[in-house]
């Protein structure tokens, strides 16, 4: 799509760290300089003298808050002045390239539907887009644009995102329009970018994490003293009073799980299982126009949301009953669902019934055999919490071997098993001593994996080798 923007307006919320903003500004300046531009900074109630000095540093449009407002104050108050079709929504640590930005363009108006991208970097937030590993100190311009470079070569493709992190937002001017100003109840940084990007979403508009790169230096938008952990939580409790989900939860892409389809089959049929806000569905919608997607979430708000990618229903599905399902799916995803049931045994075989022949599932299931846990009990501790292994919502317990089982006798063949892996520096000691021990046959691998994806196929019967239906043994 051909790209015809006759302005680009760029906002910088800047609090503190005044080299850090000057070190923005100058080289934005330079990746703006063959474009219609303006560059308009936001001192966000600095106490370095931000605004007294950063004023002599060319043609910036500059606005001065007494007090600090927020993120989401400083950009509405730079958008509400802005006069391009085209916005550029910058945190004053951010390093972007003259490179960076054409590829980001060059991705905002590849289709029409694009409301708005963002780069890769070295730290985010979340860390949804946070996908270099940067080696040394990069902030000095050279550097930096040696590692644009790299990242371009290394051909990441564009890819859709659920919501992208607010510190190099690149936006058409008409979605931001149409969304309005960003939330400032999220004081003073964290979740606005979020809870723009749902807002993005409902009104239409798909994001872009565009393989390209920006720098972040790690200055902070929080006072001296202040505590980014409260900070996180008390937004991270707005946005769920807000929305009803919690973004590290429900707005996550597996890609893990999704590399396991294939595309390019013919009048694919996916079915997600516990699809939170459907970013799964939003992905697979966007890779494959055509495609039948379902979703069952127990949660309503996320299944709202959910509801923009697939037809999703807001429903427990260990009450689900649905004959005309029945041989309908090529491929069933119960992504970190089975522990959270009563009878995960049942699903099983319910969710085999819905699989055409030779359709699949592709399942994460958490490892109870995890180094951690093994640490702790060794402590005499099993301490419920609330994420991971003893996620205080979880109901049942695996290991490899106990769940390849239930698979298998079932009435599904197990394609293939894959770990995901998180092991700390303290646990190698203990996982070493443990796989060494003469009277276990536990592997490293079982003992490292946090979490463990199967891929089952359905098989053409579910009996056992003997002739006799065969049942998972479920615990008295």
């Not at 100003?181 to 798909?206: H, I, K, M, N, T």
């Not at 021990?437 to 490293?444: P, Y």
Request: charged share 25%; aromatic share 8%.
């Amino acid at each position: 799509m051909e790209h015809k923007q006759t302005k680009l307006s760029a906002i910088i919320a800047a609090h503190h760290h005044f080299a850090l903003t000057e070190q923005c500004v100058r080289l934005l300046g330079e990746a703006l300089a063959e474009i219609s531009h303006e560059i308009i900074v936001v001192d966000d109630g600095s106490a370095d003298g931000t605004y007294e000095r950063i004023r002599t540093k060319g043609d910036i449009q500059l606005i001065r808050n007494a007090k600090q407002l927020g993120v989401a104050a400083a950009w509405n108050q730079g958008k509400k002045a802005a006069e391009g079709d085209v916005l550029l929504f910058l945190h004053n640590d951010i390093l972007l390239t003259k490179q960076a930005l054409q590829t980001m363009m060059e991705a905002l108006f590849s289709k029409s539907d694009i409301g708005a991208v963002g780069p890769l970097t070295n730290a985010c937030y979340y860390g949804i887009q946070q996908g270099i590993q940067v080696q040394g100190n990069v902030r000095d311009i050279a550097s930096v644009r040696r590692m644009v470079h790299q990242v371009e070569q290394m051909g990441f493709r564009p890819e859709p995102l659920f919501f992208l992190e607010g510190f190099c937002l690149l936006m058409r001017r008409e979605a931001a329009d149409a969304v309005g100003e960003f939330d400032e109840q999220f004081f003073p940084v964290g979740f606005e970018d979020a809870d723009y990007a749902l807002r993005l979403r409902r009104a239409g508009y798909s994001l872009l994490r565009v393989g390209t790169y920006v720098h972040n230096c790690g200055g902070s938008y929080l006072d001296d003293g202040a505590s980014w952990s409260d900070t996180w939580e008390r937004n991270q409790a707005r946005f769920h009073t807000k929305w009803g989900i919690i973004p590290g939860y429900s707005l996550m892409v597996r890609l893990d799980i999704l590399k396991h389809i294939d595309m390019g089959k013919e009048n694919l049929s996916v079915l997600d299982v516990g699809c939170a806000c459907g970013t799964n569905l939003m992905w697979l919608k966007s890779h494959t126009p055509g495609a039948r997607l379902c979703g069952i979430e127990l949660n309503e708000k996320s299944a709202s949301i959910a509801q923009w990618f697939g037809q999703v229903e807001a429903l427990d599905v260990e009450t689900l009953e649905r004959e005309e399902w029945r041989n309908s799916f090529d491929y069933i995803i119960l992504a970190d669902i089975v522990e959270h049931l009563k009878d995960p045994w049942s699903l099983l075989k319910r969710m085999k019934g819905f699989l055409k022949q030779g359709g699949r599932l592709i399942i994460s299931v958490p490892n109870v055999c995890h180094i951690s846990n093994l640490q702790n009990m060794l402590h005499g501790n099993w301490e419920y919490k609330n994420t991971g292994i003893l996620d205080r919502t979880h109901l049942r317990f695996f290991t490899k071997k106990s769940f390849a089982k239930c698979l298998e006798e079932a009435g599904l063949s197990i394609i293939s098993t894959e770990p995901n892996h998180i092991l700390a520096d303290h646990q190698r000691r203990l996982l070493q001593e443990l796989s060494s021990l003469d009277d276990t046959d536990i592997t490293q691998e079982e003992l490292s994996a946090i979490q463990w994806i199967f891929v089952a196929e359905k098989m053409i019967s579910a009996q056992s080798p003997t002739g006799e239906r065969s049942r998972c043994a479920r615990p008295n």
